[in-house]
């Protein structure tokens, strides 16, 4: 496979286990100040309060990327290196440099998904079973209340293309679900699958009748599959010719062996752990978990297996701003940048749950791990989920507005488009364990300069 970071990890109930024991740290910097705390939430100098927590070793490096509607904004700008590994140390990162961006690959494959819907190949409330055969007759798991498996039976419900857009399918990341792990252990070695295909990792039972709840997972990696299906393409053709392309996009692959050219500008990953002298010291190491090239992974990976830049990552997050202005064209044919009609990107931004979906969400923003890596909004916040990401159903001041749709990947990525505010941008890092404190409040920090700078552009 491409990468090793284990599965994708989902953040319905319950966070995998940590990795296993790690290298002994080569290349580690002890992160004594700044503090979390000492990390301003308010108006500050952005550049000088990243520089120092890039110098000071917070955070080994970051890249900002904003833009507004009307360009009256257009921040870029990196902070620090691209490993602390070696001479690499001294390796400034860059808005070129390549990341793997794990689950931001998500907004992509409901990109793709929306236009196959455009094109009339394919209905949001459809049954997609007989389009990806794998999905008939799975299994919906039910548990015993103490994490074991009471009983299972097959499911009967259609499953459409909006509940899997949405997470409301009834998959579920196995690796947080104690149902799952059971059900797979007690497969023969040989029934387990193989990690470095779609199906080796995501085809298992369900947790819920499909339409009934949520539950964050590989929904959307089925979702590109259906995309597959109806193209006769891969989804990385696919979208090279539907959204790189005209996006003029060329830095983003999902096999990135095929890219030698890309390998070359690859940021590291870096973990942030407990010092092992003694004290309560943090340190930065080189991840012993790197994404690895040889053997690749056999399929493309629809929920989180593209690696780009954050220049060309944000070419998609702010096409997707632009196509939610009330000027945007709605008619076909639309301009090839746009990528989808307004009215299309317009039911992104629509809240897509239920009540007891709403109710699963919800529980999920009470606990302060599972709230960060949602981008540490107040848990009073009301969250639903739309065509492609979290979406915020209230104002929060001098930041997100109503309407922001949201979210991110693994290694402290986050990207939000608000159409309210006509803002989006994009925070960019290889900085694991995902929802990390440090990380999630520079992106705080980086996220309301970015508002207050552009109230100040406005009033120009």
Known sequence: MIFRLSAPRGIFTRLAKPLGPLLPPRASFSVNAPSLRDIPTSHVDLEATFEAACASRVIPGAVLIAGDRLGKLNYRKAFGVCSVLGD?????????????????????????????????????????RPIVTELQGLDILQGDGEGDIASKRKNTTPITLRQLLTHQSGFSYKNNEPLLQQWRKGLPEAERGSSTSLRGRFLHPLLFEPGSNWSYGPSVDWAGVVVERLTASNLEEYMKQNIWK?????????????????????????????????SEDEVLIHSPVQPVLDPDMEDCLGGGGIFTSPRELFNVVRAVLLASDPSASDTAPIPPTQLLRRSTVDSMFQPELGESGRAALQKVAQIPRLNRIMGDMPVSAIRDWGLGGLLLMDD????????????????????????????????????????????????????REMYARLVAASSD
């Open 246 to 278: 005209p996006l003029g996009i060329s830095d983003m692959t999902f096999f990135l062996s095929s890219r030698p050219d890309m390998q070359a500008r690859v940021a590291h990953m870096t973990r942030r752990v407990v010092s092992d002298t003694g």
């Open 88 to 128: 690499l140390q001294n390796e400034p990162l860059s808005v070129d440099s390549v990341m793997y961006v794990a689950s931001c690959t998500k907004l992509l494959t409901t990109l793709a998904a929306l236009q196959c819907v455009e094109r009339g190949l394919v209905t949001l409330d459809e049954d997609v």
């Open 396 to 447: 929060l001041p001098s930041w997100r507005g109503k309407g922001t749709l949201t979210w991110g990947g693994n290694p402290n990525l986050t990207w939000w488009i608000d159409p309210k505010a006509g803002l989006c941008g994009l925070y960019a890092a290889q900085l694991m364990p995902l929802g990390d404190q440090k990380s999630v409040a520079l992106t705080k920090l980086f996220e």
